[in-house]
DNA sequence: CGCGAAGTTGATTACTATCAATCTGAGTGG
DNA sequence: CCACTCAGATTGATAGTAATCAACTTCGCG
């Protein structure tokens, strides 16, 4: 078994000084927003450490701002009527989180960070305010809303209908697939959240996600070794 | 038994003249466009027809238009490996579709009618172009995109987590609210979609689904006969 | 070195899928 | 107008998968 590749370094290197400019022209776009807006964009950032564990908003707050993901990882999470923690998504670097908000005016689950992370808190009306005069910025923004919806879609498909063992591995693809977007190898990587949370996501029991990693590593598809994972077989999406 | 409640008389009156005004002041917005905005809107509209089990767009279509629906419901569905139907949600009156396009440059799913329906389709450039210049139409952009956020979050908790019964009522509360939002009595109403497409979307077979339905009757939370439903007890979201 | 959190494995139970038969109701044509 | 037909829906019996409860292992950390 070989040794995890420093996946965070990589990562880290991959954001640059500028947050905002970084997530949208790296990750959601092509077109680069002109200085002027990003220097005032800069004027209402509040950027803010994270540490593992700790929650850059939470269910039932009143919306404010949108939080873009400078370094790290978070789970966007709610607890459900029996207390069990539900798992709606999991947030890289260069994503957006707090989008739901805009419409209901209150974020619907709590962003908990699941390595110490770094966040860019943009408050929604300077967004909104500059995008009116920025056409590159709006464009912006709508990429960024579209690019969530569609990626619950994909999650959507994910939680339907696949067994356990299929479901794990179409989520270990799809985190893959989200790596290499950022241009990190992507076949092996180390996973940052626990089988608890990987549980609560795919919408099984953790002990079942347990026995399904021991599957998919005994027939050889993965090779696995705690929160390390190799995908042996490429898998079409 | 009672009859059911002619909801699509209901539904029909509720939607106006203008749908692109409709779907955005009466249902996402407050705020209302102005006129100069809709008459050019107007021009780029193509108002169509979609008799029920045709489609609107299909999976892998590239991006070129939202469709907003003016009457009837759609379900937005795509085939898995397994060639099983995977419905990713179901879309009524006032909603837009084709959103995840923004982003993808393509549809990612069948936008299928459950109803005979009509869609006012409009070219995402022209939407773009005018909400450049009118900071309404923007901010309602931005509020519609959230929207399907934020609904796709819900769904997502309501697919993770809950055993077959509890599932299927929280389906039905949840359309039942969508109803609500829109002015129509909503405790007791027509479902427009059948058994299957209900199981492709909560993830379970038919024969679950249909069985479900007759404990929960069973158990006097429902009425239910056939797409008739009644909703006896209100239960928390 | 021992403690505790995370993860694995085992035995059993509970739930859902599957396969098959039957029922219901809307639409069709004689 | 009624029998026929067929898709949608329901019900039953059984098999398969995941949940649950419990014991045990591994690893990081003071």
Redesign the pocket.
Known sequence: MEMPIKLKKVMSNYVHANCIDCAMRDHCFTQRLDNATLLKLEASITRRRVPRGEIAYSSGDSFGALFFIHEGFFKESDLNDQGEECVVGFHMVGDVMGLEGIADGAYSSDAVAVQDSVVCEIPFQALQALSFSDPALQQAMYRILSREVSQNKKSMMLLGSL???E?LLAFLHSLSQQYAARGVPASAFE?PM???EIAGFL????????????KLHADGIIN????YVEIETTIAA
């Not at 919408?203 to 990693?213: D, K, P």
Request: aromatic share 4%.
């Open positions: 067994p356990a063992e479901r996973l626990s089988r608890q919408g099984l029991q953790m002990e079942t996600v347990s026995r399904a990693f021991t696995v070794r705690r929160r």
